[in-house]
């Protein structure tokens, strides 16, 4: 039985970034997975990151969202938007020190001449007053396959934010 | 680095079925997950569902989770015949809706939990669906079903992949 769930290219950064990209993503894939553990120097309890598929600047962008934050339940939606897909929240400036959020983004047939869906689940879990956890569908209304992911924080990514990038085989 | 993630089956359906079935799966791993992505039906109003080892008893259960955009709102089952994965209503003809499916502990000798996150965005309902089901069930599981609800057949076109994790 073949091995299936592939590394392709991680990034943990060195100094604050205000985005990260992974570039020349191989077509051989079925799925990708994107897992994530940032922090962000926006002075608040969490921020959010927003997710580029080939870095597309236009109005592609779709998504529903859940999400609680120990008492309450909401929902929200982005309409068509340019965006990008939003991942979810993560930990900021003012959130207890060391802590970084964790995120998964899955995208299933990211080299398909098709619309794609993104689906992200994360938190920004800190042991503070303000904590949130979110599940997000989203739309890249593209039928371009996917090459590369832009991610953009939402000011900068602190260093020591890692990114790690696999590919998944169906076959 | 031992190899831990690895598929063991997919199926894409060339015309309508009544399911698609993954059986015989091997006990060579700790855990399963399935993708799915699912196409509307012509009737359009039936949950997607999942039965293990072909166990129609009422013993399945859920608690689910969704928003709309507008709302979150959170609902329960017991004493199901089946478990609830998502409406599949939400899905469309031409965007399906992706369900990520995960089944831990698929040959311990205790009760199984399903989890499922559902995304049905660019479809006509634009909703997202978490839902935890548990198998009264203590038996290692070697089949999975996938359905529609109401006897109504999976639409063409729909994929479903399996893969196994293991531990080491």
């Known amino acids: ?145 996917i090459s590369s992911l832009l991610i953009n924080a939402g000011n900068n990514f602190v260093a020591g934010s890692s990114f790690f990038l696999y590919g998944i085989k169906n076959t | 680095m031992p190899v831990t993630y690895e598929p063991i089956a997919t199926t894409t359906l060339g015309a309508a079925a009544a399911n698609i079935t993954f059986s015989s799966i091997s006990s060579a791993y700790t855990d399963l997950k399935i993708i799915v992505a699912n196409y509307k039906t012509a009737s359009g109003t039936q949950d997607i569902c999942l039965r293990l080892n072909g166990d129609s008893s ?13 709302l979150a709102t959170s609902n329960r089952g017991t004493a199901y015949p089946r478990a609830m994965l998502a409406p599949g209503s939400w899905s469309s003809t031409t965007v399906p809706a992706t369900s990520i499916i995960d089944i831990f502990n698929y040959l311990g000798s205790t009760n199984k939990t399903i989890l499922c996150k559902t995304a049905a965005e660019g479809t006509e309902a634009n909703q997202i669906h978490v839902s935890v089901n548990l198998w009264r069930n203590t038996s290692a599981i070697n089949s999975v079903a996938i359905f529609n609800s109401g006897s109504v057949n999976i639409s063409a076109g729909t994929t479903a992949t399996l893969y196994g994790i293991k531990k080491a």
Do not use: H
């Not at chain 1, 205000?18 to 799925?31: G, H, N, W």
């Not at chain 1, 962000?40 to 236009?58: L, R, V, Y």
């Not at chain 1, 609680?68 to 929240?89: K, L």
């Open chain 2, 58 to 70: 009422t013993v399945y259960s859920f608690t689910a989770m969704r928003g709309d955009g507008t």
């Open chain 1, 1 to 145: 039985m073949p091995a299936t769930y592939t590394f392709i290219a991680s990034n943990t950064l060195s100094t604050s970034a205000a985005s990260v990209t992974f570039s020349s993503i191989p077509s051989t894939y079925t799925d990708l997975v994107l897992r994530m553990s940032p922090r962000d120097t926006q002075g608040a309890t969490d921020s959010q990151c927003f997710i580029k598929p080939n870095s597309n600047s236009g109005t592609v962008y779709t998504d529903t969202r859940m999400t609680g934050n120990g008492s309450t339940a909401i929902s929200t939606r982005n309409a068509s938007n340019a965006n990008g897909n939003v991942v979810g929240f993560y930990s900021a400036s003012s959130a207890t020190a060391n802590t970084f959020g964790s995120l998964e983004v899955y995208i299933p047939n990211y080299a398909e001449a098709a619309v794609k869906q993104i689906v992200t689940f994360g938190t920004a879990e800190s042991n503070a007053a303000e904590v949130r956890l979110s599940v997000t569908g989203g739309l890249f209304n593209n039928t371009t396959a």
